[in-house]
């Protein structure tokens, strides 16, 4: 039997206070299965990604760097080893997890899970220990309070990650140090003068990209900890006149969204988890791609013209002509036209076709050539990752292929087998960074974590050999 959660969230309530009720008082008892399993969906990507992300592009430098900072040992560097502030552990987990673009994401492009998860390892660590109950049920009700927010938002062009995905790190760092009312107001509040990012940095093709997946997980623990110490931040943070609804959301909210149901009606079903290692607006392009190739067993020599049509909001995100510049794996992460070629080439979607070698092979750039990339308003009525695709064999034959639900999005989700292969193709991505035999020890523990003893036993799994 759930528990009731009878706040009140009428046109007169004080909706800051109502979310810091909501966060600090939801307990497990209080949520949806469904969001439970989720949860642990969520645990599970994550770790994966961030095995598999561990020696991505750009992880030394930021390694070398957060060691240099140095500090309090209060956290664990996952697979690399070595204790720092738990902000900056949080801070370098966060950026391996998003690095191969593998993990979770909701529209319009908030990625919870790698910050989330980051950050309540790190502040468990932080706090002293913390049982899986408790883990799970301070990840799921941070990830839902940002879920919510997020759902009221309206971005244009900033990162959903970085505004937004923050109040979800913040949310978790203050429930692990058993932060009171007024202090989850503060850190919340001291969060969204911390929020930022923009999408510039996914188009670029810059590592910020996963950078800003740092800032937010890092901002997050800061805020709790300056919170507990007496900082304060704006008590209107969300309604003020300058709060965030007015800078993200055109001064515009919907109570409902933000409230109903809560325990019953979970946001975190819009979760979307991915099949390929690329932006979540390439999916339903290399879909059709897929589907193409299977049914009309298309091949690279057949193929005269590709046309692809996608919604304005995709196409800005991903539609632009493909170049390869100082980050190789981000240009070709966040490019359809690149996945969309990869696709037809070698008939699959892996992390290693985002490796340089794969990248620059002369037959696949050949196949970019004949991709033409439009945009339609109208598409957005089918769904945001609606997309047309028109092929033109040699032969003179026209083939078309609508996709406007990707598999693994919302409605559609991936089976449980799916999720765990994902897992395992990410550990085995890795090398032999890790025992062999650690894979099954994690996915075990993430099966039984609510009845786990204490998250730390995780630590000892996610480091590498010596």
């Given at each position: 039997?759930?528990?009731?959660?009878?706040y009140?969230?009428?046109?007169?309530?004080?909706?800051?206070e109502?979310?810091?009720?909501?966060i600090?008082n939801?307990?497990?008892?209080?949520?949806?299965?469904?969001?439970?399993?989720?949860?642990?969906?969520?645990?599970?990507?994550?770790?994966?990604?961030?095995?598999?992300?561990?020696?991505?592009?750009?992880?030394?430098?930021?390694?070398?760097?957060?060691?240099?900072?140095?500090?309090?040992?209060?956290?664990?560097?996952?697979i690399?080893?070595?204790?720092v502030?738990?902000?900056?552990?949080?801070?370098?987990?966060?950026?391996?997890?998003?690095?191969?673009?593998?993990?979770?994401?909701m529209?319009?492009?908030?990625?919870?899970?790698s910050?989330?998860?980051?950050?309540?390892?790190?502040?468990?660590?932080?706090?002293?220990?913390?049982?899986?109950?408790?883990?799970?049920?301070?990840?799921?009700?941070?990830a839902?309070?940002?879920?919510?927010v997020?759902?009221c938002s309206?971005?244009?062009?900033?990162?959903?990650?970085?505004?937004?995905?923050?109040?979800?790190?913040?949310?978790?760092?203050?429930?692990?140090?058993?932060?009171?009312?007024?202090?989850?107001?503060?850190?919340?509040a001291l969060?969204?003068?911390k929020?930022?990012?923009?999408?510039q940095?996914?188009?670029?093709?810059?590592?910020?990209?996963?950078?800003?997946?740092?800032?937010?997980?890092?901002?997050?623990?800061?805020?709790?900890?300056?919170?507990?110490?007496?900082?304060?931040?704006?008590?209107n943070?969300l309604?003020?006149?300058?709060?965030?609804?007015?800078?993200?959301?055109?001064?515009?909210y919907?109570?409902?969204?933000?409230?109903?149901?809560?325990?019953?009606?979970?946001?975190?079903?819009?979760l979307a988890?991915?099949?390929?290692?690329?932006?979540?607006a390439?999916?339903?392009?290399?879909?059709?791609?897929?589907s193409?190739?299977?049914?009309?067993?298309?091949?690279?020599?057949?193929?005269?013209?590709?046309?692809?049509?996608?919604?304005?909001?995709?196409?800005?995100?991903?539609?632009?002509?493909?170049?390869?510049?100082?980050?190789?794996?981000?240009?070709a992460?966040?490019?359809?036209?690149?996945?969309v070629?990869?696709?037809?080439?070698?008939?699959?979607?892996?992390?290693?076709?985002?490796?340089?070698?794969?990248?620059?092979d002369?037959?696949?750039?050949?196949?970019?050539?004949?991709?033409?990339?439009?945009?339609?308003p109208?598409?957005?009525?089918?769904?945001?990752?609606?997309?047309?695709?028109r092929?033109?064999?040699?032969?003179?034959?026209?083939?078309?292929?609508?996709?406007?639900?990707?598999?693994?999005?919302?409605?559609?989700?991936?089976?449980?087998?799916?999720?765990?292969?994902?897992?395992?193709?990410?550990f085995?991505?890795?090398?032999?960074?890790?025992?062999?035999?650690?894979?099954?020890?994690?996915?075990?523990?993430?099966?039984?974590?609510?009845?786990?003893?204490?998250?730390?036993?995780?630590?000892?799994?996610?480091?590498?050999?010596?």
């Amino acid at each position: 039997m759930k528990k009731d959660t009878p706040y009140n969230y009428g046109q007169n309530a004080d909706i800051e206070e109502t979310l810091v009720k909501y966060i600090l008082n939801t307990d497990m008892d209080a949520l949806a299965e469904q969001a439970i399993d989720n949860g642990k969906i969520l645990v599970l990507t994550v770790l994966g990604t961030t095995i598999a992300g561990a020696k991505s592009e750009g992880y030394d430098v930021l390694l070398d760097q957060v060691r240099e900072w140095g500090g309090r040992e209060d956290a664990t560097i996952l697979i690399h080893g070595g204790r720092v502030p738990a902000h900056n552990a949080a801070f370098i987990n966060s950026f391996m997890a998003r690095a191969l673009d593998f993990c979770d994401g909701m529209s319009p492009g908030m990625h919870l899970g790698s910050t989330c998860v980051p950050v309540a390892l790190a502040a468990a660590e932080l706090s002293g220990g913390c049982s899986g109950k408790d883990f799970l049920t301070y990840l799921v009700v941070a990830a839902e309070a940002a879920a919510r927010v997020n759902a009221c938002s309206m971005y244009d062009g900033f990162d959903p990650t970085g505004v937004c995905a923050i109040f979800g790190a913040t949310a978790i760092a203050g429930r692990m140090l058993h932060l009171n009312e007024k202090q989850m107001l503060n850190a919340l509040a001291l969060a969204f003068n911390k929020s930022g990012g923009s999408f510039q940095s996914n188009i670029d093709g810059a590592m910020s990209v996963r950078v800003i997946q740092g800032f937010a997980s890092q901002g997050g623990i800061i805020c709790a900890q300056l919170a507990k110490k007496g900082v304060t931040g704006p008590k209107n943070f969300l309604k003020g006149q300058y709060g965030y609804f007015h800078l993200y959301g055109n001064d515009e909210y919907d109570l409902e969204t933000l409230f109903g149901g809560w325990g019953e009606r979970s946001e975190l079903t819009k979760l979307a988890f991915k099949r390929y290692p690329s932006c979540w607006a390439t999916t339903s392009s290399i879909d059709a791609m897929l589907s193409l190739v299977k049914t009309r067993d298309l091949t690279p020599d057949d193929v005269k013209r590709i046309s692809i049509t996608m919604t304005t909001y995709s196409y800005k995100l991903v539609g632009h002509p493909y170049k390869i510049g100082d980050n190789p794996k981000i240009n070709a992460q966040f490019n359809v036209r690149y996945c969309v070629a990869n696709a037809l080439f070698r008939h699959s979607v892996r992390l290693e076709h985002f490796d340089e070698p794969a990248i620059n092979d002369p037959k696949l750039l050949a196949i970019v050539d004949k991709i033409d990339v439009t945009h339609d308003p109208d598409l957005e009525k089918e769904g945001r990752n609606c997309v047309v695709m028109r092929v033109e064999t040699k032969q003179g034959t026209m083939y078309e292929e609508i996709i406007r639900r990707p598999r693994g999005g919302p409605g559609v989700p991936l089976t449980m087998d799916e999720h765990i292969e994902r897992f395992h193709s990410c550990f085995n991505y890795a090398g032999k960074l890790l025992a062999e035999k650690n894979a099954e020890k994690i996915l075990s523990m993430v099966r039984e974590l609510d009845t786990l003893q204490d998250v730390r036993d995780f630590i000892p799994l996610l480091l590498a050999k010596d």
